[in-house]
């Protein structure tokens, strides 16, 4: 089966994104499984804001708390806001370091021998930040303090403290937080690529392909910031990670449910524009809240953190429930990209969800992770949405160009047969009264004659009766209004044409076969329906071979009535089929093209359409439609 390009480029996005990523995960996995990893820990809660080390290392061992990697981390007394954390170094080797995995806290400071060794110099942390503590061989067998103050409301160490060769440990630390960038860089750079294609489309498409972009950069900025790699090495700009995490977030939410709102619409009540507006007043407002308080040297920032962090989480948890209802419901109608966006958001919401969830259970000191992961699918869903759109937007094209091109056609031979109409009539008209004289004269100077003048007679009468024949036709095409009008029976209509037609089937070798559904009727002219209907069948006795077969079939369809001739005759090509009802075209060898150009103005008086299907070789099927005939 052949995919679109749009699908096309979104599998090979997803096959680049796993082939940068797996490698990193592999290693991450692989390195995390090592003997160097320390027993356990102490932790004493501070009782003040600042506690000096020489304090610390004075308190009792009364004081300490013993954590083992098997024990849950010890809950933070209400009101504390920092701890002191113990460790004993084991026997170590030249160039070492301690890796903690996650320590809470934005000030981290660590001691040894109540020397200062290590300072996080008040960078701003996510919850549950990564150190890397350089050692030299004589600090082997002493105790490190570390004291970590603000951030979370629980503090201390979860996860893995290990200590190893420096340069082992870096590379685990650089390949943890490179992941995070690599996830983050991956869809920035598809946001930049896609915003450049968006300023070559057209307006409705431009619209849809800037919020996607702004989705798609959102999303990398919040991977990219989220990563504990990226603060350290801003160094002292750490806190503007955290600016333009916000900023990320509160652009991602009323972006993504305007995305959904142009693709599945406003929802029963304009529930979804509703909440659309709100979200984007409330991403105003908090953005505002962030100025003024980096103006204020962050003097609100726990009420701006409860209002972007608590807050702000509990409407997250309102658009996953919203969007996700609606996609289901949209899926079940059938949507196909309901389907695709179902799969993709279902897969993120349930695992943000679920981080969420556990995010505030464990009072802010889980860890998300898991989100990022469930973002790839999202944003793969997202992406085929939109190529599915494009697709979209091509096949009408296509379908509007063919629909134009065959208005056009369809203009000219109006056109056309007005032109000829308008001409017939006038000529008709004027021809007609003359050939019936000269017919008159010819049949008395007949009657007069011997034998052989009075054949010659005969034959020039016959002439002058086809030119009669041909000038009615003309009459009927330039006038094919139904003088009178009357409800017709279609079955018993088409039995009469069917009777008078046979006898000629049966010298062609062919024969008529009726497939006649009962009690259709239409309104229109006996007289001319018969015309119409013996032009059509007498065109496939003509195109009748040995064995020949024509099938004519009437049924119900609607408010219309459907009825098909088809023959097993010679057929006709393309070419030929595009200049029926041409004026003087006809394929056949003594033809005027006249019999079908008043069949289709007879069917078009009617309000009816018709429709010709043909292979060379395989036959010819003509399907008429026509209004059913209603009670009034």
């Not at 992941?179 to 294609?197: H, P, R, Y």
């Not at 750490?238 to 972006?255: E, H």
């Not at 003024?292 to 972007?308: C, G, P």
Request: proline share 3%; glycine share 8%.
């Amino acid at each position: 089966m052949k995919l679109p390009k749009p699908k096309i480029a979104a599998t090979l996005l997803l096959f680049l994104l796993l082939t940068a990523i797996v490698p990193y995960g592999a290693a991450i996995v692989s390195a995390g499984s090592s003997d160097s990893a320390l027993p356990g820990w102490e932790i004493r809660f501070g009782n003040t804001e600042v506690e000096t080390v020489e304090e610390a290392v004075a308190a009792s061992d009364d004081e300490w708390i013993r954590v083992t990697p098997q024990d849950n981390k010890p809950e933070t007394p209400r009101g504390v806001s920092s701890a002191w954390l113990r460790f004993s170094l084991p026997q170590l080797s030249d160039k070492s370091a301690l890796f903690i995995n996650k320590i809470y806290g934005n000030s981290v400071k660590a001691y040894l021998n109540n020397a200062l060794v290590y300072d996080s110099e008040d960078k701003y942390n996510f919850n549950g930040s990564k150190i890397l503590i350089p050692l030299s061989k004589e600090d082997g067998g002493q105790k490190l303090y570390i004291w970590t103050q603000g951030g979370s409301k629980d503090l201390g160490i979860e996860g893995e403290i290990r200590v190893d060769r420096y340069s082992t440990l870096l590379s685990i630390y650089v390949k943890q937080g490179l992941l995070d960038i690599i996830i983050g860089t991956t869809f920035i750079f598809v946001a930049i690529v896609l915003l450049i294609c968006s300023l070559f489309m057209r307006k409705g498409f431009f619209t849809d392909g800037f919020l996607l972009v702004l989705i798609l950069l959102s999303i990398g900025v919040i991977v990219v910031t989220y990563s504990s790699f990226l603060p350290i090495v801003l160094g002292d700009y750490g806190k503007i990670v955290l600016v333009f995490f916000d900023l990320a977030l509160y652009t991602l939410l009323p972006s993504l449910t305007f995305y959904f709102e142009k693709i599945f619409g406003s929802g029963k009540k304009q529930i979804v524009t509703r909440f659309r507006k709100f979200q984007m007043v409330y991403s105003i407002f908090c953005f505002f809240l962030m100025v003024v308080n980096i103006l204020l040297s962050y003097q609100l920032e726990d009420f701006y953190r409860f209002m972007t962090t608590n807050v702000l989480g509990i409407f997250m948890i309102l658009q996953f429930i919203l969007l996700v209802s609606l996609a289901f419901i949209h899926t079940y109608r059938g949507n196909a990209d309901a389907i695709v966006f179902t799969t993709g958001f279902t897969i993120f919401s349930f695992v943000s969800l679920t981080e969420l969830v556990v995010y505030y259970i464990s009072r802010e000191s889980y860890q998300l992770y898991w989100w990022k992961w469930g973002l790839m699918f999202f944003v793969l869903s997202l992406i085929v949405i939109l190529g599915r759109r494009f697709t979209r937007n091509h096949e009408q094209l296509v379908e509007y160009s063919r629909r134009l091109e065959k208005f056009n056609n369809d203009l000219q031979r109006s056109e056309k047969m007005e032109i000829i109409s308008e001409l017939a009539a006038s000529v008709a008209h004027e021809v007609r009264n003359p050939l019936q004289v000269t017919r008159g004269f010819l049949q008395i100077l007949g009657e007069r004659s011997d034998h052989k003048e009075r054949e010659y007679m005969q034959m020039a009468i016959a002439e002058l009766d086809r030119a009669t024949v041909i000038i009615s036709d003309f009459l009927t095409f330039a006038k094919p209004g139904l003088e009178t009008i009357e409800r017709l029976d279609v079955s018993e209509e088409l039995r009469h044409v069917s009777g008078i037609l046979s006898p000629l089937a049966n010298l062609q070798g062919g024969v008529i076969e009726l497939n006649l559904q009962s009690d259709l009727c239409v309104i229109g002219s006996s007289a001319k329906f018969k015309q119409a209907f013996i032009n059509i069948i007498k065109n496939s006795i003509e195109a009748l071979q040995d064995n020949g077969l024509i099938r004519v079939t009437a049924w119900e369809f609607g408010a219309h009535v459907m009825i098909s001739v088809r023959d097993n005759g010679e057929g006709m090509n393309g070419s030929e089929l595009a200049r029926l009802g041409e004026p003087y075209y006809s394929n056949k060898t003594k033809g005027t093209g006249l019999g079908l150009m008043v069949t289709f103005r007879i069917i078009e008086a009617m309000e009816g359409t018709t429709e010709f299907q043909s292979e060379k070789g395989e036959g010819t099927e003509i399907i008429i439609k026509l209004p059913k005939y209603r009670k009034i």
